[in-house]
Every structure is written in structure tokens, then in C-alpha cells.
């Protein structure tokens, strides 16, 4: 089997000619369903970033033929406030891409499509996807556009004019399926593309990005971003490494307090029954009858009459 090139490193370098513009449209229209295709590709902020993020993360400004933005982002390492960095994103296109003075019906539809090599929130599943809709707090009915308003933006749903948001959690899924967007989530995460790859781009990929297509200095740029990577896995692997370790020694800590507490609360039980059968026992001896026994012990009549055998 061929080896191919990181699909991070690819959107630094390759797929950012429109040559290889067809691999992001086949992903883009495996994940949206629909046929997508990029008419250019605008300004990113990759430019700007650290040095950390240089490898770290990626990201891809596209415009399709509708006019809609695309933000694709890769992210390597962990960030707990990746949910915010998405919102970030979107935001600042919203505001970059209306000119001053246009009124907001000019305002462009954005998709955020997220790429993740870690375990982004707390969830099961490998892709998920983000709109806004209103729904009505007393009858729980979705707020709808107008006749007028459907005709205006040529959508038929609220949700349509709002940004939506795709997160592409693709660390440890290794199965390889018949299903399209499964193997797009098996190339990102292992670098292979089957014989039988049919998902729509798989097949662009895997002529374009092989990895002895790339030049001496590209190779060598290659596997330099690759050490970066192989380090940041291993940072990702160790934090959760301490973290286990520190839940078991939390959970065992917490352990032995919750068996120390439940030893005294079951020492004093056993020592109240205790009290109350030797109570029960004495008032036997002295014949008291047994509804009186039962009041003052709080013992049923079946055990007060197991005492008298």
C-alpha cells in the first residue's frame, strides 16, 4: 500500500492549489451531503500564527459557488476552549466579510468544519454538527421564515442563514466501512486510503498526496512537521497517562474514606440491633406482651417472636 502524506501537512502545501481543489470538495460533500465545489480560496490567518501552531494547527479559508464561506481547521494538540476558538472564527468572518454600510441580508452563510486530533468535550460519536434554530419556550414549535423571507435568501429554514459548525473527532477510529464520511474519518486519522475507497475526494487523494511525489525539501519540511506531530502525541498520550493515574489514586483515597465512613455507620446498626434484641429479650424473660415490646424496640412481631425459640 502507498503511503500518504498527513492530510494537516496537505493543506499547508497541496491542497491549496486549485488543482488539488477536488480532495477538500469530496469531503465537503461527503459531510454536507450535497455536491460542493470551491470556486477560490481567501486569505487565512496561517500566516500569522506561532511558531506552535505553525504544527500545532492549519487552517483553509475557502468560498464555494454559492458564495458561502468555509473555514476549515485542523487542531493537533489539546485546547479545553476549542468551542470558544470556533465561535472566534466564525465571528470575526461574519464581520470581515460585509463591507461597511450593506445592509444584513448581505451577510454570508459560513460553515466551520473542524478537524480534531483529540477529545474534544465529552461524546461517543466521531462527527457532530452544530445550527441554530428557535424554538418556541411554551410550545416548543420551530420559529419558520416568511413566504417573502424564503424567496429573499433562497432558504427554506431559520438555521440556513445562521453559520454551522462540524467537529471531526477522528483520534483512535481505525475501522475501515463502506460508508463515505467513515472512510474520510479512517483517512484523517490513519493515513490510508484503501483499494476500495469510494467516498467522493478519496480517490483525488489518493493520486495527489503520495508521499514520493514530494520533492527533496519538501520531504525533509515533511518529516520535520511529523517529529512535531509524533511530540505532540506523546504529550496528549502522557497527559491522559497522569490523569488516569490520578483518578485511580483519587479513587482509591475516596475509597478507603467511603469504607471507613460505611464501617461506622454499619458498626453503630449492628450495635443498635444488637441493643434492641437484648432489650426485646429482657421483656420476654419479664412477659411483657409483644405489641408493647414492639413500641419500645421498634422490632417486628417476627423478629421479637424468632427471640423466643
Known amino acids: 500500500m502507498a503511503n500518504y502524506i498527513r492530510f494537516d501537512w496537505a493543506m499547508k502545501r497541496l491542497l491549496r ?5 477536488s480532495v477538500l470538495e469530496g469531503l465537503l460533500t461527503t459531510l454536507l451531503n450535497e455536491k460542493i465545489t470551491i470556486r477560490k480560496l481567501l486569505e487565512s490567518e496561517s500566516n500569522q500564527e506561532s511558531e506552535f501552531d505553525k504544527y500545532n494547527r492549519v487552517d483553509i479559508l475557502a468560498e464555494d459557488s454559492k458564495g458561502a ?4 481547521e485542523i487542531q493537533n494538540n489539546n485546547e479545553y476552549a476549542y468551542f470558544q476558538r470556533m465561535l472566534f472564527g466564525v465571528s470575526k468572518l461574519v464581520t470581515e466579510y460585509i463591507n461597511r454600510g450593506e445592509g444584513y441580508e448581505h451577510i454570508r452563510k459560513i460553515y466551520s468544519v473542524n478537524i480534531v486530533y483529540f477529545a474534544l468535550g465529552s461524546g461517543s460519536d466521531t462527527v457532530y454538527h452544530g445550527q441554530t434554530e428557535f424554538r418556541g419556550i411554551h410550545t416548543n414549535e420551530l ?10 435568501f433562497k432558504a427554506t429554514a431559520v438555521s440556513q442563514l445562521y453559520p454551522e459548525y462540524y467537529i471531526l473527532r477522528v483520534n483512535d477510529f481505525n475501522k475501515w466501512s463502506k460508508v463515505p464520511l467513515e472512510q474520510w474519518i479512517y483517512f484523517l486519522n490513519t493515513g490510508e486510503i484503501p483499494d476500495d475507497a469510494s467516498a467522493p475526494g478519496l480517490p483525488e487523494a489518493r493520486e495527489r498526496l503520495q508521499l514520493d511525489h514530494l520533492s527533496k525539501d519538501e520531504l525533509k519540511a515533511y518529516y520535520r512537521h511529523l517529529d512535531n506531530v509524533v511530540i505532540l502525541r506523546d504529550n496528549i498520550f502522557t497527559e491522559r497517562a497522569e490523569g488516569r493515574a490520578e483518578g ?3 479513587g482509591r483515597m475516596e475509597g478507603r474514606m467511603e469504607g471507613r465512613a460505611e464501617g461506622l455507620l454499619e458498626g453503630r446498626a449492628e450495635g ?3 441493643s434492641r434484641t437484648e432489650t426485646a429479650r429482657k421483656m420476654l424473660a419479664d412477659g411483657l406482651p409483644i405489641d408493647v415490646i414492639r413500641k419500645y424496640t421498634e422490632l417486628s412481631e417476627e423478629e421479637i417472636k424468632g427471640l423466643e425459640m
Request: aromatic share 12%; net charge negative; proline share 4%.
Open 69 to 72: 464561506l468555509i473555514l476549515f
Open 248 to 250: 485511580r489514586a483519587e
Open 17 to 21: 492549489d486549485k488543482a488539488n481543489f
Open 143 to 152: 420559529l419558520q421564515l416568511s413566504p417573502f423571507q424564503q424567496q429573499t
Open 272 to 274: 443498635l440491633l444488637e
